[in-house]
């Protein structure tokens, strides 16, 4: 059974970073691509960023040159570095994990975490 579990979520001002990272366990996710939502209340989940297992990166127009994605195989994990944090950004952000498929979709997931809260005041 895998399990993802986020980590790194907070409060910050606007302009500051956060890194959020995710852990998996139950199963190596160095074959599978995985990627990272974010669902602000009232509105749906949205893409943020993916990473293919070949490190091939995809990020959502809205935080292009903001946040950078990256994964560490051999520990399993995959990060997210927020920078320049603006309110907009504040959300639930959830981390995924599927075998192959189109990164930016939701449905396109098998696994996902339970999410980390980020909040960026203004």
């Known amino acids: 059974q895998v399990q993802l579990v986020e980590s790194g979520g907070g409060s910050v001002q606007a302009g500051g970073s956060l890194r959020l990272s995710c852990a998996a366990s139950?199963?190596?996710?160095?074959?599978?691509?995985r990627g990272w939502f974010r669902q602000a209340p009232g509105k749906e989940r949205e893409f943020v960023a993916g990473i293919r297992w070949s490190g091939i990166t995809y990020y959502a127009d809205s935080v292009k040159g903001r946040f950078t994605i990256s994964r560490d195989n051999p520990k399993n994990t995959v990060d997210l570095q927020m920078n320049s944090l603006k309110p907009e950004d504040t959300a639930l952000y959830y981390c995924?994990?599927?075998?192959?498929?189109?990164?930016?979709?939701?449905?396109?997931?098998?696994?996902w975490g339970q999410g980390t809260q980020v909040t960026v005041s203004s």
């Open positions: 139950g199963r190596d996710l160095s074959s599978y691509e």
């Open positions: 995924a994990a599927v075998r192959s498929g189109a990164l930016n979709f939701a449905a396109t997931y098998d696994y």
